[in-house]
């Protein structure tokens, strides 16, 4: 049974830190390219950040380069989103998702197959 689970959101001041932590099961993790993206009311979901099956490219979203940072512990099947520099912009619902198809990643949401549920990151500013 595949599982994908997010947590680690909150509320947070603009100009703050979170890390978005993602653990599985029931799929080969060190096979997937691993994606984070994010939903903000009334928009449609985008594509933030993803990272190949060894960690070794990775990959940005525009808005938040040089503020995010993507890693991976291939033995925890765990993926983080270190968020830094935080922007009431930055408010969204925030998924995990796998794509067990591809060991390198890219942003196009329809690549993933295995989704979570989403961890709600809220920015004031």
């Known amino acids: 049974q595949v599982q994908v689970v997010e947590s680690g959101g909150g509320l947070v001041q603009a100009g703050g830190s979170l890390t978005l932590s993602c653990t599985t099961s029931g799929f080969r993790f060190d096979d997937c390219a691993m994606g984070w993206f994010r939903q903000a009311p009334g928009k449609e979901r985008e594509g933030v950040s993803c990272?190949?099956?060894?960690?070794?490219?990775?990959t940005y979203a525009d808005s938040v380069k040089g503020r995010f940072t993507i890693s991976r512990d291939n033995a925890k099947n765990t993926v983080y989103l270190q968020m830094n520099s935080l922007e009431p912009e930055d408010t969204a619902m925030y998924y995990c998702a796998a794509d067990p198809s591809s060991w390198y990643c890219n942003l196009d949401q329809y690549e993933y197959n295995y989704w979570g549920q989403g961890t709600q990151v809220t920015v004031s500013s």
């Open positions: 990272i190949a099956w060894n960690g070794g490219s990775t």
